[in-house]
Structures are given as structure tokens and as C-alpha cells.
């Protein structure tokens, strides 16, 4: 099936700046879903969305399940070195899950 | 609780030669998919297994097939390779749980270099 849409494709910011990225569908889903990949590594997921509505964070993170259930947005407070890498966005309905293109993410010291 | 594991993590292969990839899910988890990652395409879907049976399927050609063993571990096997073939191909488990079946936990994956 189609991909999501991903914005913004990569992103360079600087330390301790906040950083807002997110993922549009024209289909609706049950579940968002935000992972991060490092280099040579699988991705690792980082929050899980099952409502419409929803808000939750982990730890420097807040994720939210848009309201009309096609769109999702992540949120990185006070970015650090370590947040670099690439995050996708991903959606889940029955049997079908879609990924976002990512957004790669720079954090200069 | 030990993650997804695959092998080998590096592979190179020739164009026609067939090849086989590795996967052994988090314990307790049943369901394992396979994605293609490639910079171009991104993260495109393979194949999900769940006891033993394919539960669905992405759009790739029969060239790629899997299957998975009573013990949840699963294989991925890539046929007549050809250059596009190169690719980072992940393993996927799902917990059992209802509430977070929709959580996919990912392995290392595994680097195809097809020459």
C-alpha cells in the first residue's frame, strides 16, 4: 500500500532545541506507531498510539493520535547528541502497516 | 528478555544465487513479519507469519518466500537474486496481547549485498 507521509525529510537543529515532526495518511488508522533507526541497526520503538485524541510522552518524547485518526505527530524536547538518527512514523489498521519515508534528524553539540 | 535476533548480519551473494536469512523472535511472540529497507523505497512489507502460517503479504515477486517453524522462528528465503535484491532486510515479533499486537519489535536485520 501507499506510504505515509513524513515531514520534514531531515531536520539539523542544535542542542537543547525542541523538535516537532509528523506523519499524514488519507486512510485511517488504529494505531500510530514512532520508532527511531541508528545506523546498521533495526528500528526501536519508541511510543505506541491506539486512541484517537491521545497523548503520551516517554521521557523527552510526546507522541499524539490525531483526531481524525490519518495523522500523528512526535515531539523531541531539548534535543541531545544522542537523539540523532532517522524516525519513522508508522500506521496500523487489520492487517495492513504503512511507514513513513522518515525524517532524519542532526543535532549539532 | 532477549530481542529479535537475526543472522547472519552481513551477507554478500552474486547475482543468481539464491540465499537465506534468519529470524528468531522475542520469546512469546508468534507473529514475525519481514520488511525490505532500501534508501529508495524505504520500509516495504514482505510477509507476516503466525503459527506457522502466512497471514498476509506484501506485493513482492515469488521469488521471495518464507516460512516459520513451531517454535515461532522464521526464514526468509530470496531466490535467483538479482542488484535490486540489495537491501536491509529487517524481522519484526508482535506480542500475543490484543492491546499490543499492534507493537512490532525489530531486529538488527540483516545486509544483503547482491553483486
Known amino acids: 500500500g501507499q506510504q505515509l507521509n513524513q515531514s520534514p525529510q531531515s531536520m539539523f537543529i542544535q542542542e537543547g532545541e525542541d523538535v516537532s515532526m509528523n506523519c499524514t495518511s488519507s486512510?485511517?488508522?488504529?494505531?500510530w506507531l514512532w520508532y527511531k533507526q541508528d545506523p546498521g541497526e533495526g528500528p526501536v520503538l519508541l511510543i505506541a498510539?491506539?486512541?484517537?485524541?491521545e497523548l503520551t510522552s516517554n521521557g523527552r518524547l510526546t507522541a499524539q493520535f490525531g483526531i481524525t485518526r490519518k495523522d500523528s505527530f512526535l515531539n523531541i524536547s531539548a534535543s541531545i547528541p544522542s537523539d540523532v538518527g532517522i524516525y519513522f512514523c508508522?500506521?496500523?489498521?487489520?492487517?495492513?502497516?504503512?511507514f513513513g519515508a522518515g525524517t532524519r534528524l542532526t543535532v549539532k553539540p | 528478555k532477549a530481542g529479535v535476533t537475526q543472522t547472519p548480519r552481513y551477507l554478500i551473494k552474486t547475482r543468481g544465487q539464491q540465499v537465506t536469512l534468519s529470524c528468531s523472535p522475542i520469546?512469546?511472540?508468534?507473529?514475525v513479519s519481514w520488511y525490505q529497507q532500501t534508501p529508495g523505497q524505504g520500509l516495504q512489507f514482505l510477509f507476516e507469519?503466525?503459527?506457522?502460517?502466512?497471514?498476509n503479504k506484501g506485493n513482492f515477486p515469488g521469488r521471495f518466500s518464507g516460512r516459520q517453524f513451531s517454535n515461532s522462528r522464521s526464514e526468509m528465503n530470496v531466490s535467483t537474486l538479482e542488484l535490486g535484491d540489495s537491501a536491509l532486510y529487517l524481522c519484526?515479533?508482535?506480542?500475543?496481547?490484543?492491546?499490543?499486537?499492534?507493537?512490532?519489535?525489530f531486529g538488527p536485520g540483516t545486509r544483503l549485498t547482491v553483486l
Open positions: 519484526a515479533s508482535s506480542p500475543p496481547t490484543a492491546a499490543s499486537y499492534n507493537e512490532q519489535f
Open positions: 486512510s485511517i488508522f488504529n494505531t
Open positions: 498510539l491506539y486512541k484517537a485524541g
Open positions: 508508522a500506521g496500523h489498521i487489520g492487517n495492513d502497516m504503512r
Open positions: 520469546s512469546g511472540h508468534r507473529s
Open positions: 507469519y503466525f503459527s506457522e502460517t502466512q497471514r
